[in-house]
């Protein structure tokens, strides 16, 4: 450090305790970055390096940004996942002796960001912090800064789980010990983008004992301990909003991993990330941010209680009766502001005149929302309203201290309304008197000196002044007035009675703008004691206004409540796939039945490709997701067992996530499902085994099917392109096949995207490749050798199985098969290639060019009924309609 100058030093000294930050290091008017900061940021900031002599041997690296455009820089840092620290000057430079005294004020992170405008309205910003105890298992707590709420939970020894935790909540920073396990972390960062920051344990002081005293774990209370340190640490300030941590247990709700989330579209789909097209976009006819953040909640949660998932569908119901009110209902919502989000600013000291007419404005909504909802006469809309607090006094507060349309400005005055505060209309009666003072005086002026033109204006460096043209300066009587200023056309002058009266008006001024600040910032306070109260009206309106979403939807599109079974019972009549039916807008979605029970529990779905198989399944998942949820489903009449946990596989070669899906993901996929889902899960199992060798795969596909039949017993759908597993239903007890049928017309293939019982027929393939128009010959030949496969000797074995040994020989026999049917294709290719060359001459040749004889052949040719022929018979055919064209 020797060398450098002493502000250098001093800023060297704090960038040393900000070492993962940038640090903005205020200059003046800007705010400065040194060293590797200023490499790095003028990088990612595209702004200009320059360099500045430090004292050192060598120039010193630097880029500047103004400070009052500082915001949107340190956005786009945070965007990418920076912290930015930002040093003020903590001292008047005028006063200081030596370096002026700077202080970290604030480190804000992707997790601490308050800017409305770094944040998505309808998006919770979440920082969590993790624990890992002796015994293996992790505390988990996080808070949204923006709007107060908070949480803790315990994890079991699972690293899948937490990472499935943070991903569902999108945690966007974690705080963690110096000492936290580097192979957890590592999984952490590669499953996620996550900002990661360090904060140790300390000692507990009467505020955080506060936020945690309710917590009845130790493990609770320094999980939450360490995220409160570290946010009143990097945030400097009053955490007043901050609520009490809510408790929960994972399996309180539907468990739903990482990958079914992603796979079934949720909140994002998969291809854009995007919002639009996920089931978040479908149901969010919220009309508040409040709402919109709620229900992005509810969605990740599905509920396992069955008492309160109906209170929610018995809600839905009556909004959806009566409709006036529920419109009457979201008019109302409509002009409620975010009152979570306001919460937080109002402890932070960022609110500003404007957004308390907004809460006035929302408070007053609050008697009329509470007039509809006496009207629906509905126990859970009572309990609500028992949420619903008027905070009247804060309204009337806010109604007469603040104006309808302050300024954006709090510094700059007309923002307090009169009568409010005594001195202040003191003050604004003198400037006011002073005013119409200043009036009267222009006229008498005019009078005395006869000038009509003669005027008094007001300038910031002059004060007031006596304008007069310089045409009627002869008629001003000299020594009463004394000349200020000349212009080209005028002179200006004043009067000592006219600074007198200046002196008044301008005080009075100042003095109200000065109070009206003060004022202000006491009304601010004492919204803040109404943070808690504001906080709980929040949550009552935001859920009102989910629920009033829900039942918007289930009007518009048709939805029925739904009941749920006891046991696996699951009776779908005419369902439908949520999102893609809304999608297909105009065109015809298909809807499709399903009924599954404890005898029925599992399906084997084939057909062709795109014959809508995919679609089926999701359809279910999403029923059930969008039942436990609260929201009716899309179907004529639905009964559905309530589901502990939801898994979604989809094999490798249907995986459009990423290019990092190999079929070891997928395995290790399948395992979890296989490892966690109990009788009560539901397993969506799509294309299991694509990702390797068909006979592999197959054999997989077929074990763990078994393994589900045999072991776990959980509602199963599985959909397969191996036709050879529908055998399995003469042997797997509660298995049934069901295919997705499709109809030939004019000789090519319709689907129909109908789900009927059964296998499907298994000349589709062909069909498909007929739709793609791949050459006839080629077409009929994949004809004869698929009719060559289905009467050659592959079997699939038939032992029911009963226990993993049973298993482990199915996979031989199903490995000796393949042997077999290799043979069997080899055979095949043999005769392929003495038939190959039969047709290419013929090709090009125009059919009306032929001789009649070939024309009669080549009808015969087109007349044969391949399918019904055995391939010996076909060759023979073939060979004798050959000869005879070669006879010619
Ligand atoms: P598969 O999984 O069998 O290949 P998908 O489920 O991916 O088929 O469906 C293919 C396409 O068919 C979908 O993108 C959708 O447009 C359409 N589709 C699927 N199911 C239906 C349905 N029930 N009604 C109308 N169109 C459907
Ligand atoms: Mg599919």
């Known amino acids: 450090m020797a060398g450098y100058t002493p502000m250098i030093q001093q800023y060297l000294k704090i960038k040393a305790e900000h070492e993962d930050a940038f640090l903005f290091f205020r200059l003046g008017d800007f705010y400065e970055m040194f060293f590797n900061d200023a490499l790095t940021a003028s990088r990612e900031l595209e702004i200009t390096l320059t360099s500045r002599d430090g004292g050192g041997s060598e120039r010193i690296p630097m880029c500047g940004i103004p400070y009052h455009s500082a915001n949107g820089y340190i956005e786009r840092l945070i965007e990418k996942g920076y912290k930015v620290a930002i040093c003020e000057q903590v001292e008047d430079p005028k006063t200081a002796k030596g370096v002026v005294k700077r202080e970290v004020v604030q480190v804000i992170s992707p997790g601490t960001l308050m800017n409305e405008s770094g944040l998505r309205e309808k998006e919770n910003n979440y920082i969590g912090s993790l624990t890992e105890f002796e015994d293996g298992t992790f505390g988990l707590s996080f808070a949204d800064l923006s709007t107060g709420e908070s949480y803790v939970t315990l994890l079991a020894k699972d690293i899948d789980a937490v990472v499935g935790e943070l991903y569902t909540r999108m945690v966007r920073e974690i705080v963690v010990s110096e000492n936290f396990s580097g192979s957890v972390l590592a999984r952490l960062k590669e499953s996620m983008t996550m900002t990661i920051s360090y904060s140790e344990e300390t000692e507990s002081d009467e505020e955080i004992e506060k936020l945690t005293s309710h917590l009845q774990q130790d493990k609770l209370v320094k999980t939450s301990a360490r995220l409160f340190h570290y946010l009143r640490k990097t945030q400097n300030r009053s955490l007043d909003h901050l609520q009490r941590p809510l408790f929960y247990q994972i399996d309180q709700f539907m468990k739903i991993d990482f990958y079914s989330k992603r796979n079934l579209e949720l909140t994002e789909t998969i291809r ?297 019972s699951l009776e779908l009549e005419n369902g439908r796939h949520p999102v893609v039916e809304k999608v297909m807008n105009s065109q015809e979605y298909v809807p499709n039945s399903c009924n599954m029970s404890d005898d029925r529990s599992i399906l084997l779905i084939t057909g062709p490709n795109m014959s809508g198989k995919s679609t089926y399944m999701r359809q279910i998942a999403l029923t059930s997701i969008l039942a436990q949820i609260g929201c009716f489903v899309p179907a004529d009449r639905a009964v559905l067992p309530i589901f502990d946990q939801v898994f979604t596989r989809i094999g490798a070669a249907d995986d459009l996530i990423s290019g990092q899906s190999t079929f070891m993901v997928e395995m290790l996929e399948a395992r979890n499902a296989l490892v966690n889902a109990t009788q009560n899960s539901l397993i969506l199992l799509d294309e299991i085994g694509r990702g390797t060798s068909t006979y592999d795969g197959m054999a997989l596909a077929q074990a763990i099917v078994e393994y589900i039949h045999e072991y776990i017993g959980a509602t199963t759908l599985f959909s397969t392109h191996y036709h050879e597993l529908t055998v399995l239903e003469d042997e797997l007890k509660k298995l049934y096949n069901v295919h997705v049928s499709a109809i030939e017309k004019d000789g090519k293939v319709v689907f129909l995207h109908k789900i009927k019982d059964g296998a499907a027929d298994q000349s589709y393939g062909i069909h498909v490749a007929e739709l793609a128009e791949l050459p006839a010959p080629l077409l009929d030949r994949a004809r004869v050798i698929l009719k060559d496969l289905e009467e050659g000797s592959f079997e699939v074995p038939k032992a029911p199985v009963k226990s993993i040994e049973d298993t482990q020989l199915a996979h031989k026999e199903v490995s000796a098969a393949r042997e077999e049917v290799q043979e069997v294709q080899e055979v095949i290719k043999e005769e392929a290639s003495q038939l190959s060359f039969f047709q290419e001459e013929k090709a090009s040749v125009p059919e009306e060019k032929l001789s009649k004889k070939e024309q009669d052949i080549l009808r015969k040719l087109k007349d044969l009924d391949i399918l019904e022929m055995t391939p010996l018979q076909a060759l023979n055919t073939v060979y004798s309609l050959q000869k005879q064209l070669k006879k010619k």
């Open 272 to 568: 854009s990330k995007g919002k639009k097209g996920s089931l978040l976009w479908l149901l969010d006819e919220t009309v508040t941010a409040m709402g919109g953040r709620l229900l992005k909640q509810w969605i990740d949660r599905p509920l396992l209680k069955k008492a309160d998932i109906e209170r929610r569908h018995t809600m839905v119901a009556t909004l959806m009766e009566q409709f006036f009110e529920k419109e009457e209902l979201r008019d109302l919502l409509k002009d409620v502001y975010d009152l979570e989000r306001l919460a937080g600013r109002v402890a932070f000291g960022n609110v500003n005149a404007r957004d308390l007419v907004q809460l006035k404005k929302s408070l007053n909504n609050v008697p009329a929302i509470e007039e509809v909802i006496k009207r629906l006469d509905q126990p859970y809309a009572e309990e609500l309203l028992n949420g619903l607090d008027r905070c009247e006094d804060l309204a009337s507060l806010l109604e007469e201290s603040i104006v309808e349309q302050p300024p954006l400005s709090i510094k700059d005055g007309d923002i307090i309304s009169d009568g409010y505060n005594a001195d202040l209309d003191q003050y604004r009666d003198a400037s006011k008197n002073g005013k119409s003072w200043i009036a009267a005086l222009e006229r008498r002026e005019r009078e005395k000196t006869g000038i009509k033109s003669l005027k008094i204006g007001y300038n910031r460096v002059f004060g007031y002044y006596i304008e007069v043209t310089r045409a009627n300066l002869h008629l001003l009587k000299e020594g009463q007035y004394e000349r200020k200023q000349t212009l080209t056309n005028a002179e200006r002058f004043i009067t000592p009675e006219l600074k007198e009266k200046e002196t008044l008006i301008l005080e009075a001024q100042e003095k109200s703008v000065e109070l009206e600040y003060t004022l202000f910032l006491e009304i601010r306070e004492r919204v803040k004691e109404y943070i808690p109260r504001l906080q709980k009206l929040a949550k009552a309106l935001s859920e009102l206004d989910v629920l009033q979403a829900f039942a918007k939807v289930s009007e518009e599109r048709h939805y029925v409540q739904p009941s749920f079974s006891e046991s696996q």
